[in-house]
């Protein structure tokens, strides 16, 4: 039974983690209906900025998650007027595609510089024993900077005028411009804003696992699944979305073999999109 | 229209023609083509087996060549990186073959590539010795080219098992281990043995090669009280499984894992390493006395002096690959394929390695008979982490540090 | 107009024999080896065609056609001592049937929502199969050398694997025209222009994307039973894998999509392409970079692909280059 409680708890951290992740995402479909398949690519950076930042640098990675996050920006500006303005009107394939060709060249980039080969923060924080089992420190603390950040971002979206913008446009792009919303810078913002979560999200991912320049599909998968769960275009549902994958992958592995658990997340991912492609949490779900 | 026609088959022509360039080696050279993993999960092993034939085509070049009716013959390498992808070995080894014109071929490193890699020399009726490819199975397919260096799957855990029975016979097991196609042969073996020898099995369960978060895996072990844990896979998820039993404060007397701790480069987990025992397929400290080749301590000098850092059982194997190889094609007198096959079939030689002898029944084809493993543990020896030998009796250099922690 | 008069027969007629007679007259197995890539490139991207360029579906899981047609094939091949022909025929069938399933499901999705289902299909299946003991786990099937021997042995079997992948790659390529002109293949591009125009039309857009979502499953899942049987192991990872997929579209992309000649020719060059880079140690490294700036170019610049261009450049070409 502790086991149980255990490795839901966990999961539950790990959630948080992904769904940092997946708000980056979601951000980015909300705003402007485009699927960001640059985010593994990203996610990856996000791991090596971490370490490159500590292993080389030196000092603590939740610090480096800041500069990460602020190159994570940058790189979102870049990928987002080199490949994702000019096919915004277009239909979905070419920005699929056009996103997809910039994740090429960056995993490709990332291969040659670093091979595939095993990368390994050596770090690790005291944790706390219970009944026998230990939750490290990484995962907590990686759990509270995940929910800071998306604390964060929910108060940037609320309660500033740049975030009520990226909502306004979100909601309906043309009468938002006939509000005066300059709509191709704030889609700029709000596409490089994604792109820095995922960074964040990768940066933090690094201080749990050893990582290498491929890992960031596994997670933009997980990411999916994490959106799906909460509803495409939703940043707060994705955080639920989150944290109820996690608890689902806690919540089975005591009881069956961990290599089912792909299997039951990706049945369960394609069933719920079927079934309620707004996601689980919206009012009045309809196709 | 005519023109277009003979405009796109000449087109055609030129792109196909262009990929296709033969390389043709000089009369008195013996082409040898593998895959090595530069990059990818597996380079670590792989590359410290890349070491081991460099090694070997060195001194042997240095020396005159391979020695055939009195010519000698300079020994060539061919190789490309695989990236430790299955669906890169075959269409290498076929362009090994069909384009770089190779005499021989060595394995890529670990049961699941050479699996991949075998059937091609099979289909081209090319000898082919493996080195880092334990899984039984595939030679039980019907090859008649492939020979194994390793000791097979079933050999790995059998001493730890018998160790452990002896040391605390009530201990409890947990088998973890990769879902590879070795790490499960090693496993179910494992399985069957603690059976005979009736000691408790309170968890088995494979993970992905990739897995990166032991967490879920670490937790089922301490939830199922677990004394011992037996099992890993490769490198990567070995250390990354170490540290996570380390940092969760797993509470076990025990842990034998495959592969990842004989690397020198396992020390670097420092004290999450203490206590962790490793199957070897070779050790520096072995007194084997060769009939040929090196001895034991000549080949690990020559390579701690050649790469600065302590030749593990990979590099071994690859250094053996091509010796019994070399001896081979010497007793041939030519490179015949099937006089090499035959010269390869009757090999039963001890060298620096060990002890080398090939299944020639055509249901085990070229399944290692001959070798002993040794079961190697990582202990501390005035603040320093050593890897000690603690089985066979025969050639242990310490005793078996148990309970660990 | 009689069908031999039709430019397009010629050009696949033309094609699959010299992909047969190159290799095949002097019995170069290097070239052999790079054709029969190749051909399986083509395979997928024509195959492909007709969901993303004719239907204007966007399939990133198809490889899950050439996985799942890959493990039925040495199924049946292995563990029953099926033939190879009849064994890749009934695994078409089978995938064929499932996609029919699939794609009742999934085609209710559009746009974006679609394309995530395809994904998650073929994650699921290849988590699946990781699972299934029948079909060895994660660790896949091993071919027995014994199962070449009906074929002549091995050195023989591969040469009768090859011939046998080019008339699926002629299959593929006539099926694509075919289609193309037919009415059915009218309906398909209606649904791509406007799907709730082409309703109303008297299209039944549920039905046809379903068939053609079966229809593009076939050839791709026999090529699969043909590739796993010649290589000899089937594993899980290497039969779903998704950048095999991408490198579909992306093939389909730089030929032009909707267009016959298109996926062919963009499969050709993507795929020479591919292996020229594959063996450069330099180049390997880059190999997905140069695709990606290929790719983004084409998609920003040139969403026509090369047959689209020239087709612009030069409209009489348009009527040879379907």
Redesign the interface.
């Known amino acids: 039974m ?2 149980v409680i ?2 839901m708890v ?2 539950l951290l ?1 959630g948080a983690v992904y769904g940092l992740a997946a708000i980056g995402l979601t951000l980015i ?1 909300g705003v402007m ?3 960001n398949l640059t985010h593994g690519a990203l996610i990856a950076l996000g791991m090596f900025g971490v370490y490159f930042l500590t292993a080389r640098v030196g000092g603590s990675p939740y610090v480096a998650l800041l500069p990460v996050a602020v190159l994570g920006f940058v790189a979102g500006l870049a990928i987002y007027g ?2 994702v303005h ?2 915004i009107a ?5 920005s ?3 996103t ?6 960056i ?3 990332g ?2 510089f670093w ?4 990368y ?1 923060l050596p770090f ?1 924080v005291p ?1 706390i ?1 219970w009944q ?3 939750f ?1 420190g990484a ?1 907590m603390l990686a759990a509270a900077v995940a929910v800071v950040v998306a604390g964060a971002l929910y108060l940037f979206m609320r309660h500033t005028r740049l975030g009520k913008a990226i909502r306004a446009v979100a909601n309906n792009r043309q009468a938002a411009e006939l509000m005066g919303i300059p709509s191709g810078r704030i889609l700029a913002v709000a596409f490089a804003l994604g792109v820095a979560l995922a960074a964040v999200a990768g940066g933090l991912i690094a201080t ?5 320049v491929l ?1 960031g ?2 997670y933009q ?1 997980k990411s ?2 994490v959106t ?1 769960l909460g509803g ?1 275009g939703n940043p707060a549902g994705a955080l639920v979305g989150g944290l109820l994958l996690g608890l689902i ?2 919540g089975v ?2 009881f069956i ?4 658990t ?2 039951i ?3 369960l ?2 069933l719920i ?2 079934a309620f ?1 707004k996601g689980l949490f919206a009012r009045g779900a309809a ?1 | 229209m005519k023109r277009l026609w003979t405009a796109l088959a000449f087109a055609i022509i030129a792109l196909v023609g262009g990929g296709t360039r033969q390389t043709v080696a000089a009369a008195d050279t013996i082409t040898i083509g593998f895959t090595v993993s ?4 597996l ?1 670590v092993d792989s590359l410290a087996q890349l070491h081991g034939f460099e090694l070997w085509r060195d001194q042997v070049n240095a020396a005159g060549g391979i020695k055939v009716g009195g010519k000698g013959y300079q020994i060539r390498f061919v190789s490309y990186d695989d ?2 992808r299955p669906d890169r070995v075959q269409q290498l080894y076929s362009r090994l073959i069909t384009q770089d014109n190779a005499d021989f071929l060595f394995s890529p490193y670990s049961s699941n590539l050479v699996a991949t890699a075998a059937i091609i020399s099979e289909q081209y009726g090319k000898v082919m010795l493996t080195t880092g490819a334990a899984e039984e199975k595939t030679y039980q397919l019907g090859n008649k080219y492939l020979f194994q260096l390793y000791s097979p799957a079933k050999d790995y855990l059998a001493a730890a098992m018998d160790l452990m029975k002896k040391k605390d016979p009530t201990a409890k097991v947990a088998l973890v281990y990769s ?1 590879d196609g070795f790490s499960k042969a090693v496993a179910a073996a494992a399985k069957a043995r603690a059976k005979e020898l009736s000691q408790e099995v309170v968890m088995d ?4 090669p ?4 032991f ?3 670490i ?2 072990m ?2 199922a009280h677990a004394d011992v844990m037996i099992g890993g896979g490769h490198y ?1 998820d070995g ?2 499984l170490a540290r996570q039993m380390f ?3 797993a ?1 076990m007397k025990f842990v034998c894992m495959l592969v990842a701790p004989d690397s020198p480069q396992f020390a670097s987990l420092g004290d999450a390493a203490v206590g962790l025992a490793v199957p070897s397929q070779w050790e520096p400290s072995v007194t084997y006395k060769p009939q040929f080749g090196p001895d034991p301590a000549t080949f690990g000098r020559d390579f701690q002096a050649k790469y600065g850092i302590e030749a593990g059982y990979h590099a071994a194997g690859g250094y053996a690959a091509g010796l019994i190889l070399q001896q081979a094609i010497a007793k041939a007198g030519g490179l015949d394929q099937e006089k090499v096959t035959a010269a390869l079939n009757a090999t039963d030689a001890t060298i620096f390695y060990g002890h080398v002898k090939f299944a020639t029944d055509p249901q085990n084809h070229g399944l290692q008979l001959g070798h002993d493993m040794v079961l190697a543990q990582w202990q501390k020896k005035n603040g320093q982490l050593v890897k000690e030998v603690v089985w066979p009796d025969a050639a242990k250099t310490a005793d078996l540090l148990y309970p660990m922690r | 107009m009689s069908l031999l008069r039709q430019p397009m027969l010629w050009l696949i007629l033309g094609a699959m024999a010299l992909f047969a007679g190159l290799p095949g007259f002097g019995g170069d197995v290097a070239l052999r080896e790079g054709l029969f890539l190749t051909a399986i490139a083509i395979i997928l991207a024509s195959n492909l065609n007709l969901m ?1 360029g004719y239907t ?1 579906y ?1 399939n ?1 899981g198809n490889i899950v056609f050439f996985g799942l047609g890959g493990y039925f094939g040495v199924w049946l091949t292995t563990m029953h001592g099926w033939p190879l022909v009849p064994a890749a025929i009934v695994a078409a069938i089978l995938v064929s049937t499932i996609a029919l399933f699939f794609g009742l ?2 085609l ?2 559009r ?3 679609f ?3 395809t ?3 073929n ?2 299946v290849r ?2 199969v ?2 299934i003991d029948a079909w060895g ?2 660790t896949g099937m091993y071919l027995s050398v014994s199962v070449y021997q009906p074929l002549g042995g091995p050195r023989q079997a591969l040469w009768i694997v090859y011939f046998l992948v080019i008339g699926i790659m002629g299959a593929s390529l006539f099926l694509s025209w075919f289609i193309r002109r037919s009415k059915f293949g009218l309906g398909l591009f209606a649904i791509r222009e406007d799907e709730d125009a082409a309703s109303v039309l008297g299209v039944h857009p549920a039905l046809y994307k379903s068939v053609i979502y079966s229809v593009s499953g076939f050839l791709p899942a026999m090529a699969g039973a043909l590739f796993f049987f010649k290589n000899g192991v089937i594993q899980p990872d290497q039969a779903f894998d ?1 950048t095999m997929s ?1 490198e579909a ?1 992306v093939m389909l ?1 730089l030929g032009g999509q909707g267009s016959v000649t298109g996926a062919a020719v963009g499969a050709f060059l993507y795929d020479q392409l591919r292996s020229t880079l594959l063996t450069s140690s330099m180049f390997s ?9 290929l ?2 170019l084409i ?2 610049f040139v ?1 026509g692909g090369l047959i689209g261009w020239i087709g612009e450049r030069w409209p009489r070409l348009r009527r040879v280059l379907e």
């Open positions: 502790f086991g255990a490795s966990d999961g790990l479909w209906n485009i699927i080199l490949s000019r096919v277009r239909p979905p394939l070419m699929l595609l056009s997809f060709a910039v994740n090429m060249v995993i490709g980039a291969t040659a091979s595939t080969s095993i390994n690790s944790g024993t026998g089992f230990t490290t995962h749990l696992f050893p990582f290498t890992s599909s596994g998968l999916f699944v799906v495409l992958e806690g592995t005591p073999a961990v290599s089912w792909p299997v997340e990706f049945v991912f394609v999109l079927i492609p196709r | 530069e990059t990818g999960a380079n990236q430790s879902d369960e494979a993970y992905a990739s897995t990166t978060d967490g879920p895996i937790n089922k301490i939830g990567p250390t990354t940092d969760q404060k509470p | 993303i204007g966007v990133f499901g999934i209710r999705l746009g974006s929502y394309t995530l289902a994904i998650g299909i994650e699921a988590a699946l990781s699972n786990g994660s998704l991408t579209i992309m490294q880059f190999q997905l970079v140069i695709a990606g700036i790719l983004l998609v920003l969403p």
